[in-house]
């Protein structure tokens, strides 16, 4: 009689089958629907907007639901020191730990030259996207939704690079569970993650348009810790090395990330 881990490991094979034959019918369709539209026409109007309509249909529609069904199933949803996106996927990971409220951290944060971000709705996207093709600035451009404890981020700050929206430093705060404990018996009343946007492109798993990030997310977390400190003399900090193992990885739009592992807890 097979075990449990046994079935568990056959159905995990069973759904990466799945998922990739509906990566591959996927393509599939998409190959064939370009094919008939390049034979029927060359290059017209039609056969733009096809290939747009066909790509805003996978891109949006399809591929997202695709990821949200079968994370559900192979993502563990619990603490693993990594935050997850609105379709399941593992996101940015959790590099910043705070001791204070969130009032604290908005003066802080504003003391150290810090902007806090607009709400992600119709609106602030338009914004953001006319900002970006216009090459114009917008301070409080909106971030994407990141979840940890099953909620998306309290608060959001960031910082321009050459009054861009392209580039920038960002960081986003989760509320602590009252009660939570984190790995080791550490407590805190915040968790962060900080990354660095570095341009924009296209996702790897969905092709939706998103920021891609600086590899080395250690050098971001620093920063954000840097401007603390250097802003207020009394904030304090306290690293734990190797709160979770040094690794190489991939965030939700599919770039490289990598991290010493170390968490520092920022005393406000």
Known sequence: MATKPTKLRHILDTVLIIKRLAVIALIAFTA????????????????????????AFSAYIVLPRIHRLLTKIYIPN????????????LGDPVNLALLGSKRDIEQAMKKAGWIEADQLNATSTWKMITASLRRKSYPNAPVSS??????KQDLAFQQEVNGSTKSRHHVRFWKVPRGWYLPGGYTCDYLGAATFDTA???????????????EDTDIERDYVIQSLTDSNKKITVDIVKNFTTGYHSRNGG??????????????L
């Open 32 to 55: 064939f629907i370009l094919y008939r539209l390049l034979i029927n026409t060359v290059l017209s109007r039609s056969v733009i907007f096809g290939i747009i309509t066909l790509w």
């Open 78 to 89: 619990y603490f693993i020191g990594r935050t997850r996106t609105g379709d399941g996927l």
């Open 146 to 151: 990141l979840y940890l404890f099953g909620n």
């Open 200 to 214: 924009v492109g296209v996702s790897l798993y969905t092709f939706q348009v998103t920021h891609r990030i600086e």
């Open 254 to 267: 599919g770039d490289t990330i990598k991290t010493d592992g170390s968490l520092p807890f920022i005393h």
